[in-house]
């Protein structure tokens, strides 16, 4: 199947915070044009689980204006059930209040426009939810909704969390930026988790430069995509000892490569490709070992779960502590070794997805070229613009050193900026 134009068409919050500083617009407008995008592509998609009535507007507080925002079903929103995509939830009362995060982007101005679609518990078993880019496609997961509204231009961001690949890979698949904030950087009361040291937030916008004003809006800080960047210092990740990167995404990362070299990057090669396979078996350990003593609630319950998640759960509850601890063992000594590694480099570049997002949609696609980055808990912006010869959108992933968001997407927008130029270049 090729690209969906009439569904893939994000909105730049970039454009409509300018709209709104300026006068052109204001916040009654915006969700105006939120609920009209909602209404003639939501049956197709089915991004939401709920969604509220239009605010009331006082005066908006904040530099995002008043703008809506998605979020995921496993982070409280005061007013809605939080029911993670479970059966085990479907008759959650509403919350009392919000999850520290969504207080957070309240403060800068983003409202809440609904819950979105979550796979269950944040895990494998996928939702309702379609790929705006390619209707017959999944749309990954876990964090599925959001991608999807955002992908559609249905809200300008969009909030979710990321466990293994649940922000990078449907970002990846949907044709959108994404930004997997560094682990331990800001609170997750109010969101349930799946796995105590690997749980991180993460939102979606447009580009890179959306993610950017986003993240100047939430921190207080300046823009970073305002400041001029250089070309950067990078290493590209080619996962050749996971053996799970298909040719088209190789051939793409590559066109890539010989672009950033030609713009005047200074390109190595990763230095530590065996750690960080190592580091993606020893993912696998401590997700299921945590997840199964984190949700033990619903293991107790796990012929109502979905068999992905209560296999999960059944794997970790049989997992021992000396097996969990020495595959954290394999995580602390990698972290240690690309710590090191970005002395030299501002950020490492790699496929964000094996390829483009597999058609059916009983699956959400495979979370393997994540696991690790994850593991290590370093922040990551999933940079769109690479597509397949049929049109399908095809991710990379910029990581950088932890708490260093500002400067790793500075790195990603100059990245993005390359990434038109590389697709004209192989198709032409």
Same mark, same amino acid.
């Given at each position: ?11 730049s ?45 006082p ?30 939830r ?57 991608a ?28 959108v ?26 939102f ?54 010989? @672009?950033? /070299? ?8 990763? =230095?530590? &490709?065996? *750690?960080? !396979? +190592?580091?993606t078996? $020893?993912? @696998?350990? /401590? ?8 949700? =033990?609630? &619903?293991? *107790?319950? !796990? +012929?109502?779960?979905? $068999? ?18 020495? !595959? ?23 496929? !964000? ?15 393997v ?13 999933t ?45 032409s």
């Open positions: 199947m090729t690209f969906s134009e009439s569904l893939h068409a994000p909105w919050l970039r454009e409509l915070v300018d709209d709104l500083a300026a006068g052109r617009t204001d916040a009654a407008a915006v969700w105006e044009r939120s609920a009209a995008r909602i209404s003639t592509t939501e049956k197709t998609l089915a991004a939401w689980v709920a969604r509220g009535p239009r605010p009331e507007f005066t908006p507080s904040g530099p995002l204006g008043g703008i809506p925002v998605g979020v995921k079903d496993i982070i409280d929103v005061a007013g809605y059930p939080t029911r993670c995509g479970s059966a085990l479907a008759d959650s009362a509403p919350v009392d209040r919000d999850a520290e995060i969504v207080g957070l982007w309240r403060a800068a101005g983003a409202l809440p426009a609904g819950k979105t679609v979550t796979t269950e518990f944040a895990y494998f078993a996928p939702g309702p939810t379609r790929n705006p880019a390619a209707p017959d496609h999944t749309p990954g997961g876990s964090s599925s909704g959001s999807a509204a955002v992908a559609a231009g249905q809200v300008p961001l969009a909030l979710g969390s990321q466990t293994a690949a649940s922000v990078t890979r449907p970002a990846a698949y949907c044709g930026a994404a930004l997997v904030l560094t682990r331990g950087l800001l609170p997750t009361t109010g969101v349930t988790g799946l796995a105590h040291s690997l749980d991180s937030h993460g979606y916008a447009a580009q890179v430069r959306d993610l950017a004003c986003a993240w100047a809006a939430l921190r207080g800080e300046p823009d970073p995509s305002a400041t001029s960047s250089g070309p950067p210092r990078v290493a590209f990740w080619s996962a050749s000892p996971l053996d799970a990167v298909e040719p088209v995404m190789a051939e793409a990362v590559a066109a890539l490569r010989e @672009r950033l /070299v030609a713009d005047g990057a200074t390109v190595t090669d990763f =230095a530590a &490709e065996q *750690a960080v !396979a +190592d580091t078996a $020893a993912h @696998r350990v /401590v997700m299921a070992y945590e997840a199964a003593r984190l949700r =033990a609630t &619903e293991l *107790a319950h !796990a +012929d109502a779960l979905s $068999a992905p998640l209560a296999e999960l759960l059944r794997t970790g509850a049989a997992t021992d502590r000396h097996d969990y601890d020495a !595959a954290r063992a394999i995580v602390e000594r990698t972290r240690r070794e690309v710590l090191d590694l970005f002395a030299g480099y501002d950020a490492v570049v790699g496929p !964000a997805a094996p390829g483009p997002a597999p058609a059916g949609l009983t699956a959400t696609g495979d979370p070229l994540s696991r690790a980055w994850q593991a290590l808990g370093l922040p990551v912006v940079v769109p613009g690479l597509r397949t010869p049929q049109g399908l959108p095809l991710g990379v992933q910029v990581i950088g050193p932890p708490r260093a968001e500002a400067a790793l997407l500075r790195t990603a927008s100059w990245i993005q900026a390359r990434t038109a130029a590389t697709v004209d270049g192989r198709t």
